[in-house]
């Protein structure tokens, strides 16, 4: 069973957070959540991991799942603020608290697009990106590209317009978001460089400055996440020991992975001691 760890971001924010954990691990793993998604998804996983001597922490971002906020904070938060101040600061407790020796980064989907604008980020041990993508709509095509077009022009800046939140959950996406993270998040979706836009994205960053190694899980038929996006995503670390691991587009047993199936143990599982490997350095 896991833990859970309340984390004080640096302007006081309180972010909760669940730890999965043997004795004394030496080597853990933080996982940055894909946009809407509780940090309770990815609890298969982790106790998969912690069961094999690996810790792992799993966090909510402030104004999502446990990580509640009021109703004028929730109000005034971006979705740069995830990447610059709650990963920050859930990387400091882990170092300042667990004390480990090896730490590797796990983004799903928005979780690796937020890794690059914080400085912490050059000195992880490795980085995992699992249906990472840039969100720029052209990297998708024919009907999935209209839907990626009309979210960013129409459904965000319209129902953003509404209140403090989003309803994402009415278009399949997870838990409602705070509309200022929909409005940068369709912002960046805007601009053919997305996040590592010099117009639009957060300044400064740091991706060029990133030396270890990455692995990019890439799952060809994500409409979330295509070949395409992830790629994009890839070629933002290009100093990174990177590689890729096309996965199938469903299991030996027929079923489909898709954007979240890499994370249920009956769909992805049979990729999660190579998953460990890596973790560990091998």
């Not at 946009?35 to 982790?46: I, K, N, P, S």
């Not at 799993?58 to 005034?76: C, H, K």
């Not at 403090?164 to 601009?191: K, N, T």
């Not at 979330?224 to 890839?234: K, Q, T, V």
Request: hydrophobic share 40%; charged share 25%; net charge positive.
């Amino acid at each position: 069973m896991g833990v859970t760890v309340p984390i004080i971001a640096g302007d006081g924010t309180v972010l909760q957070g669940t730890e999965y954990a043997p004795a004394g691990p030496r080597t853990w793993l933080l996982i940055n959540s894909a946009m809407g998604v509780r940090r309770r998804f990815y609890r298969h996983l982790a106790r998969h991991l912690a069961a094999q001597d690996i810790g792992v922490l799993t966090y909510d971002y402030r104004g999502m799942g446990d990580s509640v906020l009021d109703r004028p904070s929730f109000s005034r938060v971006r979705l740069e603020d995830w990447g610059r101040k709650d990963f920050p600061a859930v990387l400091r407790w882990l170092r300042a608290t667990r004390g480990p020796e090896r730490v590797v980064v796990l983004g799903h989907s928005v979780g690796g697009q937020l890794l690059g604008i914080a400085p912490e980020i050059t000195g992880v041990d490795a980085l995992i990106g699992v249906a990472a993508q840039s969100g720029y709509w052209r990297h998708w095509d024919g009907l999935e590209r209209a839907k990626v077009f009309a979210l960013w022009y129409a459904a965000v800046p319209l129902l953003s317009r509404a209140g403090a939140s989003f309803p994402s959950s009415l278009l399949g996406l997870g838990q409602d978001i705070p509309s200022g993270v929909a409005r940068q998040w369709a912002e960046w979706g805007r601009d053919p460089e997305y996040i590592r836009s010099r117009t639009v994205g957060p300044r400064p960053q740091y991706h060029d400055e990133v030396r270890c190694r990455l692995r990019t899980y890439l799952i060809p038929d994500d409409n979330l996440a295509p070949p395409r996006a992830s790629r994009a995503w890839h070629d933002w670390f290009p100093n990174a020991e990177r590689e890729i691991v096309e996965l199938g587009a469903r299991t030996a047993t027929g079923r489909r992975i898709g954007h979240f199936g890499f994370f249920d143990p009956e769909i992805g599982g049979a990729e999660w001691p190579g998953l460990a490997d890596f973790i560990r350095g091998g």
